[in-house]
């Protein structure tokens, strides 16, 4: 049976949000970024893109193009208030809902005709629903599975309702650029574009064999997608791949001590997070942005599954020395944890886990108590948790943290 | 540069120094043979920049010269030659060498010999000799303990060095990765100070290099030592191991001395039921609870999802009962390292070092921390 699959976007969300509080500004060019100096830009008005101002862009850069702009910092416990109201909007209509992001989610809708009438419908109620009760804009795609329906609405934005009706799939697509594509970034881009491939319907027509030959695996998921098919359903709970966390510094960091307390505190941070999840990884990543926007990642993955902020920052020291941080200079540190496994995936009773022989390898010979224990250390874990719950969550840091002291402001 | 070499002895020359081809093409030349003709001698040198073999090979050479050739394409053609036939191989112009044997003709793209790295310098200071099959013996008991884990450098290797307790020299090797250590010593005649100046912790793979060197035959190997290499020679080839330059922990310091509960097992049985639980225990961390009581010791594991095994032994025991959850894998290396019938078990609690030896023999043990059960 065909399916009727719903991608809906809310309209530079961001800055829809900061202009629903202050309604002088509508009309402006809004522009929210971490910060006006050093920060990104996490969203721009339609006002403000007609400059050329682009989300993920660097603020210098907006402010150079729309010097005219009003410049916002980031509000995101108001922004993630105002996405629940919307999702709630969402289920109203169906239970089956993916948040792809705070601002993003495929709706299924399938079977829902006796209630809203054709998806095309549905899509259109949601609409008003969202715009009568928040105030916000959505722009909608209505196709028969995730993959339409996401180029559809992108294609009608801002305020866009576009529909590939069944059967219409290949037409809809064929005219559209590559880069419309998942997947296909500047690189493929650029490969395909030399043999000749600019649009969809150009790609379409490359035999199978040819893409697999010239893109792997990738190229035989290409194919698939250029003829419309995607088969993936729309998933209600999508299991996090991995949880992290990372800081832009408005000033570059240069010191390898500094840059270990940052790593100190992300790694708290990621481990209480992984904790409130009930899951623990394997792989540690540690992402550095130089002070010129080049990005590295370094990672290592541990024989057990770890949720200890200590174990985590361990890691991200050893993976430190693998960059070049410090002698050049840093804007931005992350650290993430992947390969994750639900605490639960063993039974609660009966589950065991490796205890260490030594502390820290070659640093000491006497095994740490916490290092010795896995017991100990998980119960002082859920005891830090505990009081981050009742005092908040500078109720508890690590002691190379004691004051609020932020390097990078 | 052209030669004549036998098929057979051009296949084992080359099999021998595979393990260290590289395959990744970092550099390139890496995953090349170093092929070297001066008067009746072939010189074939594999590195990839930790670990170099060289082997020599009499032939009957025509020319003199050099080239680089990829390792596992010429292995593949010297496979396929038809056997107890000469084979020659000729150094055309633009670095392809051409081989023929009877009626077949390959031809072959190199690199030229300038692209390989520089040799390392052998060690300075009269090499010591050390039997091969002890050697191989100490290395087979502990390797299988150094870390396979890319965060702990240190680990990541097999420590060698010399002791005295008893009169004349003794070679010790010890193991560890975090979780369990063993520790391997024999009788080893003059060593001389080899081990006893400098630290030498060899890496997991230079090791296992070298075994294979000392078991390529009866014999004893020569060992050498500089600060940053270990170098071995046997016959016709040679191996240079970088040593790997981080501290070792003080093993010593975690040989409990005294672990009162004492359980002895039949090796045999212990490794048989060892295996077959094993088969139900969870995939990653093959966790596996052994329970001591009386004179039986019952060994069980759960998968999640899956179900459960457990198996029972014979044991000499007279502690109280007790549970203690381990690695399988851990427990199963350590017994693999023991040559006795018996196994004995020394322990004080559920959370504390557990030490595994032979019954009689005091030149091996191997310690492996149990895991926590909650």
């Known amino acids: 049976m065909s399916r009727a699959i719903l991608h809906l976007d809310l309209d530079a969300f961001y800055a829809s949000v900061e202009i629903l509080d202050r309604p002088e500004l509508r009309g402006k060019p809004v522009i929210v970024a971490g910060s006006e100096r050093r920060g990104v830009v996490t969203a721009a008005s339609y006002e403000a893109r007609k400059f050329g101002v682009r989300s993920a862009m660097p603020a210098a850069t907006a402010k150079r193009l729309c010097p005219q702009g009003v410049f916002l910092p980031n509000r995101f416990s108001r922004y993630k208030e105002a996405s629940d109201e919307v999702f709630a909007i969402y289920r109203r209509f169906t239970p089956i809902v993916e948040p792809l992001s705070i601002d993003e989610a495929f709706l299924d809708v399938t079977g829902c005709e006796r209630l809203f009438g054709s998806a095309e419908e549905a899509a259109r109620k949601i609409k008003e629903a969202v715009r009568r009760e928040t105030g916000l804009i959505v722009s909608a795609g209505v196709a028969s599975n995730k993959f339409l329906a996401k180029i559809a609405s992108d294609l009608g934005k801002p305020d866009g309702l576009v529909v590939v009706p069944p059967g219409e799939e290949q037409a809809f697509l064929d005219p559209l650029p590559v880069g419309k594509l998942w997947g296909v ?12 491939i600019r649009t969809i319907g150009d790609l379409r027509r490359v035999p199978r064999d040819r893409m697999v030959r010239s893109f792997g695996a990738h190229g035989e998921h290409l194919h698939a997608l250029s003829r419309g098919i995607d088969d993936r359903p729309v998933e209600t709970q999508r299991e996090a791949k991995s949880i992290g966390h990372e800081e832009t510094y408005d000033r570059d960091l240069r010191d390898r001590g500094t840059m270990r307390r940052e790593l100190l505190s992300l790694s708290d941070r990621v481990s209480e997070r992984l ?34 902020g200590g174990t985590i920052y361990r890691c991200a020291l050893d ?20 390969k994750l496994t639900g605490a639960e995936e063993l039974p609660p009773e009966g589950r065991m886990e490796q205890i260490a022989l030594f502390g820290r390898p070659g640093t000491d010979p006497k095994p740490a108590p916490a290092a010795q224990d896995p017991g100990k250390k998980e119960r002082l874990n859920r005891a830090v948790d505990r009081i981050r719950e009742k005092f908040g969550p500078r109720g508890i840091v690590p002691g190379a943290l004691p004051d609020d002291e932020d390097p990078g402001t | 540069m052209n030669f004549s070499v036998d098929r057979d002895q051009l296949v084992d020359v080359l099999t021998g120094i595979q393990g260290v081809a590289e395959r990744r093409h970092t550099m390139p030349v890496l995953s090349h043979a170093l092929m070297t003709v001066s008067g009746e001698t072939l010189t074939v040198v594999s590195s990839d920049l930790e670990i170099v073999i060289r082997c020599l090979q009499p032939v009957t050479a025509g020319e003199p010269g050099s080239i680089a050739l990829p390792a596992r394409k010429l292995l593949d053609i010297a496979k396929v030659l038809p056997k107890e036939t000469p084979v020659k191989l000729t150094v055309k112009e633009g670095n392809y060498v051409e081989i023929s044997s009877g009626r077949s003709h390959f031809r072959l793209a190199g690199l030229p010999a300038q692209e390989f790295p520089e040799m390392p310098e052998k060690p300075a200071g009269k090499p010591v000799s050390i039997d091969g099959d002890l050697f191989r013996r100490l290395a087979e008991a502990v390797v299988s303990f150094a870390s396979s884990d890319e965060t702990r450098y240190n680990l990541a290797g097999v420590l060698m060095e010399r002791t005295e307790p008893k009169e004349g020299a003794f070679l010790r090797m010890v193991a560890t990765d975090g979780h369990r250590l ?54 016709d080839t040679e191996v240079w191991v970088r040593l790997l330059d981080a501290d070792f922990p003080d093993y010593r310091q975690v040989i409990p001395r005294e672990n009162p509960l004492k359980a002895t097992v039949n090796r045999d049985a212990f490794a048989e039921v060892l295996r077959r639980v094993g088969v139900m225990a969870p995939d990653k961390v093959h966790s596996v609870k052994l329970s001591f009581s009386g004179q039986q010791l019952e060994i069980s594991s759960t998968s999640p999802d ?7 032994l014979e044991a000499e025991y007279d502690g109280p009962a007790m549970k203690i959850g381990f690695n399988g894998r851990y427990l199963q290396d350590a017994v693999s390292g023991i040559s006795e019938e018996k196994v004995v078990l020394q322990m004080k609690d559920e959370v504390s070092q557990v030490i595994l030896r032979p019954e009689k023999d005091t030149a091996y043990l191997a310690i492996v921390m149990p895991m926590r059960i909650f």
Do not use: C, N, W
């Open chain 2, 182 to 235: 063993a520790m391997a010593e024999g009788e080893a005649g003059d060593i001389g100070d080899l081990f006893a100046s400098r630290k030498v912790l060899v890496p997991k793979k230079g090791v296992q290099e070298i075994r294979k060197l000392a078991e390529s035959g009866p014999g004893s190997i020569e060992l050498s030592a500089s600060d940053k290499f270990l170098f071995a020679a046997k016959g």
């Open chain 1, 275 to 308: 904790r409130r999840h009930g899951v623990k990884g394997r792989t540690v990543t540690l992402k550095v942005k130089y002070h010129d926007f080049v990005l590295v990642t370094r990672a290592i993955t541990l024989a057990y599954p770890t949720d200890d």
């Open chain 1, 319 to 338: 993976l430190l020395t693998e960059t070049e941080a410090g002698p050049r200079p840093v804007r931005l540190l992350g650290i993430s944890v992947s």
């Open chain 2, 306 to 312: 899956q179900g459960e095994a457990q198996d029972l």
């Open chain 1, 185 to 196: 970034g500047k690189v493929t881009e650029g490969a395909l574009s030399r043999m000749g």
